[in-house]
T-cell receptor, first 111, second 114 residues
Framework: AQRVTQPEKLLSVFKGAPVELKCNYSYSGSPELFWYVQYSRQRLQLLLRHISRESIKGFTADLNKGETSFHLKKPFAQEEDSAMYYCALTTGTGTASKLTFGTGTRLQVTL | NAGVTQTPKFRVLKTGQSMTLLCAQDMNHEYMYWYRQDPGMGLRLIHYSVGEGTTAKGEVPDGYNVSRLKKQNFLLGLESAAPSQTSVYFC?????????????FGPGTRLTVT
């Protein structure tokens, strides 16, 4: 069965330190992965998707099919990065495909 | 544009009561979704709709019903609320179907069933 695992409930880092939010997935099909973020008092929103290969707000994520991982990284954490981060996997095909979310990791950036 | 809105923001129900949560979007999106978010569980899909007049079951549909009579609205109903349905409910919409496209989320409805 498809599954998204985010092993850390809370990740606390100092400002300026590197950040790595872990995401592992289990899926027999061709995976499409996303990172969604929820800042305090804001809505859940898309941060980035693996097919875009883009850097958003300094964050990048590389899909590693061999390790079935899609870790989110940023070289230097900022206070405004503090938020809840969810990794999500597309499962199924076509219009019937859906997002499966991980349990989320709260990133806390402290001074 | 308001994007995705949800009504109400908060609600407290007694066991056995019924209620309807309303989701509205003004982006002309075809696809709409209802999720619930519980501590330690992430977001789980309850029901979704691929267009006006259509609905389909998600991962945790039991105890809920939905309707999509108008393209812009997606209603989630609880016919007989149970404490296990205490949760935060999120509605989302997307222009195209499936999980490959960005979903736009509402602000959430916090429901407590006592």
């Amino acid at each position: 069965a498809q599954r998204v695992t985010q092993p850390e409930k809370l990740l606390s880092v100092f400002k300026g330190a590197p950040v790595e939010l872990k995401c592992n997935y289990s899926y027999s099909g061709s995976p499409e992965l996303f990172w969604y973020v929820q800042y305090s008092r804001q809505r859940l929103q898309l941060l980035l998707r693996h097919i875009s290969r883009e850097s958003i707000k300094g964050f990048t994520a590389d899909l590693n099919k061999g390790e079935t991982s899609f870790h989110l990284k940023k070289p230097f954490a900022q206070e405004e990065d503090s938020a809840m981060y969810y990794c999500a996997l597309t499962t199924g095909t076509g219009t019937a495909s859906k997002l499966t979310f991980g349990t989320g990791t709260r990133l806390q950036v402290t001074l | 544009n308001a994007g995705v809105t949800q009504t109400p923001k908060f609600r407290v129900l007694k066991t056995g009561q019924s209620m309807t949560l309303l989701c509205a979007q003004d982006m002309n999106h075809e696809y709409m979704y209802w999720y619930r978010q519980d501590p330690g569980m992430g977001l789980r899909l309850i029901h979704y709709s691929v267009g006006e007049g259509t609905t389909a079951k998600g991962e945790v549909p039991d105890g809920y019903n939905v309707s999509r009579l108008k393209k812009q609205n997606f209603l989630l109903g609880l016919e007989s609320a149970a404490p296990s349905q205490t949760s935060v409910y999120f509605c989302a919409s997307s222009r195209y179907g499936g999980g490959s496209y960005e979903q736009y989320f509402g602000p959430g409805t916090r429901l407590t069933v006592t």
